[in-house]
C-alpha cells in the first residue's frame, strides 16, 4: 500500500466512546498490550481486552476499572500535567492534549466556567484520561503514515441519560456542543440509550479535523481491513464502531459542500466587495459575484457561495444582512473533487539577498503534483523592495518549489 493513499473510515453505525474506539483499533492490529501498559500507566485504572460478540458480530471489548476508589475530581490542569509527566512519544502526547481540549471546552462552555477552572464530574475521571491516552496511543501504533480520517454519519442514540447534573436528553450537552463545532455529521437514533458519549465525540472530531472530513459516503477504496470495537451495552442492533482501512482508489478528494445563490439589484460594488471578504472569513470556501441582467432589464448581481453545510445557515443570514436580499437559495450539489493542497516555505535570492515566499502545492492523492503557485502577496512584497518585476518573482519562486519537491 504506498503511504500516499491510506485511508481510515470510522463508522459510528451505533455512536462511539472511547473504548469503543480503542477497541476497533485494537482489531485492526494495533498494539493491544502496549496500549494497557500506556493506559494502566497514566492512570488508576485496571484494563482487561477481550474478544466478544454485539448481535453477532465479533468484535474487541475494552473494559476500563477505576481502582483504589474514590478519586477526588481532577482539574482541567491536573489532567494536562499527568499527560505531560507521562513521558509518551511526542505525537502521542499532542494527540492526547488535542482531544482532552475539545473535551474540555465543550464542558468549559456548557458549564460557562473558564478551561483553567473546570472541575467537573464528566471529565475529571481516570478512565476519561485512560481512554484519551489509549485512543491516541492505538491510532499510532498502526503506523500508518499521514493517513486520510473519515467519519461516516454518528447516531447519538435518544432518551434521556442520567449524569452528575441530572436527567438530561440526547446527546448530552457536552457532546453538542462538541457535534456543533466539529464537521461530524449526526442524527438520533437508533433505539432509546445514549449511543455517543462526550469521549467518543472528542475523539472522532479531533481525528477528522486533524487528518480528514466527515461524509455521508463511503469514498471509493480498496479495503484492507475491518475492525469492531463493542460497546458495553446489548442492544437491539450492533453496538459496535465499525472502523475501515484502504486504500483510496480516487486521485481527488470527495469534499461534501452545499451551494448558496441569491439576486441582488441594487447593491452598490463596495458592498460586494466586503460581502466577498466577510464570507470568506466567516468560513466560506469560495465566492463569486457575477453580472446579471434581471427583470425589467435591470443590471444587477448574482452571488455564488460554496461553503460546508454547517455553514450554510450562518452565511445565508450574512448575505442577507449585508444585501438586503430576502431569500437565498440552496442548490443541491453532490459533491466536489478537491486536490490536497499544502503550503510549503521555499527561498529565492535576489541580488545577493535570500527571501521567503509562501508556494501552494496542489497533488492527487498518490503524490502527482498538479500545480505549483507562488502566493502573490508575499511576491509582490519582495518585488517592491527589490524593483525587479513581480512576475520573475512568481516564476523564481515556484521553480525553487519544483526543485524542492523533486
Known amino acids: 500500500m504506498s503511504n500516499s493513499s491510506e485511508i481510515i473510515i470510522f463508522d459510528p453505525f451505533s455512536g462511539a466512546s472511547g473504548d469503543m474506539v480503542i477497541g476497533s483499533l485494537l482489531s485492526l492490529g494495533a498494539n493491544s498490550q502496549l496500549v494497557k501498559d500506556v493506559m494502566e500507566s497514566v492512570a488508576d485504572v485496571s484494563v482487561s481486552i477481550s474478544q466478544t460478540t454485539r448481535a453477532h458480530i465479533c468484535a474487541t471489548r475494552i473494559e476500563v476499572e477505576e481502582v483504589n476508589n474514590p478519586h477526588p475530581q481532577l482539574t482541567y490542569n491536573r489532567m494536562v500535567d499527568i499527560i505531560c509527566c507521562a513521558k509518551l512519544p511526542e505525537v502521542v502526547e499532542n494527540d492526547a492534549l488535542g482531544i482532552l481540549e475539545i473535551l474540555g471546552r465543550s464542558e468549559s462552555e456548557v458549564h460557562n466556567t473558564p478551561l483553567n477552572e473546570l472541575h467537573l464530574?464528566?471529565?475529571?475521571?481516570?478512565?476519561?484520561?485512560?481512554?484519551?491516552?489509549?485512543?491516541?496511543?492505538?491510532?499510532?501504533?498502526?503506523?500508518?503514515?499521514?493517513?486520510?480520517?473519515?467519519?461516516?454519519?454518528?447516531?447519538?442514540?435518544?432518551?434521556?441519560?442520567?449524569?452528575?447534573?441530572?436527567?438530561?436528553?440526547?446527546?448530552?450537552?457536552?457532546?453538542?456542543?462538541?457535534?456543533?463545532?466539529?464537521?461530524?455529521?449526526?442524527?438520533?437514533?437508533p433505539g432509546e440509550n445514549e449511543l455517543l458519549t462526550p469521549t467518543g465525540a472528542a475523539i472522532l472530531a479531533y481525528l477528522t479535523q486533524q487528518y480528514g472530513t466527515s461524509c455521508t459516503l463511503y469514498p471509493q477504496i480498496r479495503s484492507i481491513s475491518t475492525g469492531y470495537g463493542a460497546g458495553a451495552k446489548e442492544l437491539d442492533v450492533p453496538n459496535v464502531l465499525r472502523t475501515v482501512v484502504g486504500e483510496a482508489m480516487d486521485l481527488f478528494m470527495i469534499d461534501h459542500i452545499e451551494m448558496l445563490e441569491t439576486n441582488v439589484d441594487d447593491v452598490t460594488g463596495e458592498v460586494l466587495g466586503f460581502l466577498i471578504n466577510e464570507l470568506l472569513d466567516e468560513g466560506a470556501l469560495d465566492v463569486s459575484v457575477i453580472p446579471a441582467t434581471m427583470k425589467k432589464g435591470r443590471s444587477g448581481h448574482l452571488i455564488k457561495v460554496i461553503c460546508r453545510a454547517v455553514d450554510s445557515n450562518r452565511l445565508a443570514y450574512r448575505i442577507m444582512a449585508e444585501t438586503g436580499s430576502l431569500g437565498v437559495r440552496m442548490v443541491p450539489v453532490k459533491h466536489r473533487l478537491t486536490a490536497n493542497r499544502k503550503m510549503i516555505d521555499v527561498d529565492i535570492s535576489i541580488a545577493g539577498v535570500t527571501h521567503c515566499v509562501r508556494v501552494k502545492v496542489a497533488s492527487d492523492t498518490?503524490?502527482?503534483?498538479?500545480?505549483?503557485?507562488?502566493?502573490?502577496?508575499?511576491?509582490?512584497?519582495?518585488?517592491?523592495k527589490t524593483g525587479h518585476q513581480v512576475k520573475n518573482i512568481l516564476h523564481f519562486a515556484q521553480e525553487a518549489a519544483r526543485e524542492q519537491m523533486n
Open 366 to 384: 498518490h503524490g502527482n503534483i498538479l500545480n505549483i503557485s507562488a502566493e502573490f502577496d508575499d511576491c509582490a512584497k519582495i518585488a517592491r
Open 121 to 189: 464530574h464528566e471529565i475529571g475521571q481516570q478512565d476519561a484520561i485512560a481512554d484519551i491516552v489509549g485512543a491516541a496511543t492505538a491510532f499510532h501504533s498502526l503506523e500508518l503514515t499521514d493517513p486520510q480520517l473519515y467519519c461516516m454519519p454518528v447516531f447519538v442514540g435518544g432518551g434521556y441519560v442520567n449524569s452528575a447534573h441530572g436527567r438530561l436528553p440526547v446527546p448530552a450537552p457536552a457532546t453538542l456542543n462538541i457535534l456543533n463545532s466539529s464537521g461530524l455529521i449526526w442524527r438520533g437514533g
